[in-house]
T-cell receptor
Framework: QKEVEQNSGPLSVPEGAIASLNCTYS??????FFWYRQYSGKSPELIMF????GDKEDGRFTAQLNKASQYVSLLIRDSQPSDSATYLC??????????FGPGTSLSVIP | EAGVAQSPRYKIIEKRQSVAFWCNPI?????LYWYQQILGQGPKLLIQ????????DSQLPKDRFSAERLKGVDSTLKIQPAKLEDSAVYLC?????????????FGPGTRLTVL
């Protein structure tokens, strides 16, 4: 089992729709969870992090964490073409390592 | 606040040659990371420094890769000799403190092509 897995893409959504990106992790003691956005040919940039169960909202972005299910998700409301990118889930494990998932490519269709 | 700086941005070498990458983290950031990102994959940690000490280098191919962070600021990553499978983007990131969060700020990366 891979340490951090993400739903396989590419994911295509129409402009204005909600994009849902999912991530599961294997280390039950993991502490912090991050979502990075990476545009093609660019480096990752942090868009959100979450460490408590429940939801965390920032503008059009909502991160959801369920530690019992070892699941973290990112919802993007009112998706825009500028949201088209690869989204990387990263997990800080109980052994103090940050592990990145393989990423999910999102395409927002105008 | 200036971001993480890396150089060169691009490098093309032949297999068995040597190459070095440089990183200057955000001022005051104690933790520095080097990642390898192969096309279509997530970043893979090669080495993590806390100030000038190594915290984690478990995935660094030590027979060919080396890294140092002198004086706890700038860092260099070297590959000697390079192999075809080393073709990737090498990302440097820094983090302001070693806390529970470890949010990281990435540099622009160095794209390495090994022929």
């Amino acid at each position: 089992q891979k340490e951090v897995e993400q739903n396989s893409g590419p994911l295509s959504v129409p402009e204005g729709a909600i994009a849902s990106l999912n991530c599961t992790y294997s280390d039950r003691g993991s502490q912090s969870f991050f979502w990075y956005r990476q545009y093609s040919g660019k480096s990752p940039e942090l868009i959100m992090f979450i460490y408590s169960n429940g939801d965390k909202e920032d503008g059009r972005f909502t991160a959801q964490l369920n530690k019992a299910s070892q699941y973290v998700s990112l919802l993007i409301r009112d998706s825009q073409p500028s949201d088209s990118a690869t989204y990387l889930c990263a997990v800080k494990t109980s052994y103090d390592k940050v592990i990145f998932g393989p990423g999910t490519s999102l395409s927002v269709i105008p | 606040e200036a971001g993480v700086a890396q150089s060169p941005r691009y490098k093309i070498i032949e297999k068995r040659q040597s190459v070095a990458f440089w990183c200057n983290p955000i001022s005051g950031h104690a933790t520095l990371y080097w990642y390898q990102q192969i096309l279509g994959q997530g970043p893979k940690l090669l080495i993590q420094f806390q100030n000038n000490g190594v915290v984690d280098d478990s995935q660094l191919p030590k027979d060919r890769f080396s890294a140092e962070r002198l004086k706890g600021v700038d860092s260099t990553l070297k590959i000697q000799p390079a192999k075809l499978e080393d073709s990737a983007v090498y990302l440097c990131a820094s983090s302001p403190r070693r806390t529970s969060y470890n949010e990281q700020f990435f540099g622009p990366g160095t794209r390495l092509t090994v022929l």
